[in-house]
């Protein structure tokens, strides 16, 4: 009975460092068959834009607060060079202060690719001046435009409606686009 022991004592010492080193190498291969996530250097991204709001519902109040819907389309130009199409949401506050997000779908080219992005942004306003400042961030580009990745400010002034938009805007975005494999 003991000499089974002490054997059964034995072997786990002996197979317990070769498991070990088995699951080393298993991992080191799995890991170094891996695709090389390498990303590019960022490079400068600006140029202009015209947005169309369309009321997406009749704006309400919720307390002090009046909150707004808007269908957006924007047309751009510079390193994004194409149209958007998304959805805004208002925030104006009884101080005339906007606080503002959306979403939208760029369909374009950058840089020579072509493609789609989803943009997203959040920001400030003034329904006093009609003056906004705003994040984006794009990022879940297909064909042309996969794995570009993209941040940056917008800066924007309302204007006198133009076509059938209920509200216009003019403005310019400066901000950095990365191209990743």
């Given at each position: 009975m003991c000499m089974k022991t002490n054997y059964w004592f034995n072997r786990n010492r002996l197979l317990a460092p070769l498991r070990r080193s088995f699951c080393t190498f298993a991992i080191a291969g799995v890991s170094l068959s891996l695709p090389n996530a390498q990303a590019g250097k960022a490079e400068p991204a600006s140029g202009g834009f015209n947005p169309c709001f369309h009321y997406a519902g009749l704006p309400r109040q919720a307390g002090e607060n009046l909150i707004i819907r808007f269908n957006v389309t924007v047309t751009t130009t510079g390193?994004?060079?194409?149209?958007?199409?998304?959805?805004?949401?208002?925030?104006?506050?009884?101080?005339g202060s906007i606080t503002l997000h959306g979403t939208a779908f760029f369909?374009?080219?950058v840089g020579g690719r072509s493609g789609t992005l989803l943009l997203t942004y959040t920001g400030k306003g003034s329904a006093v001046t009609g003056h906004e400042n705003l994040h984006f961030v794009g990022r879940q580009g297909t064909d042309g435009l996969a794995g570009l990745?993209?941040?940056?400010?917008?800066?924007?002034?309302?204007v006198p409606a133009v076509g059938e938009c209920d509200v216009s805007g003019a403005g310019t975005y400066n901000g950095h686009i990365l191209l990743t494999p």
């Open positions: 390193t994004f060079t194409g149209s958007a199409i998304g959805t805004e949401l208002d925030i104006v506050h009884l101080d369909t374009g080219s990745h993209t941040e940056g400010t917008i800066e924007g002034d309302l």
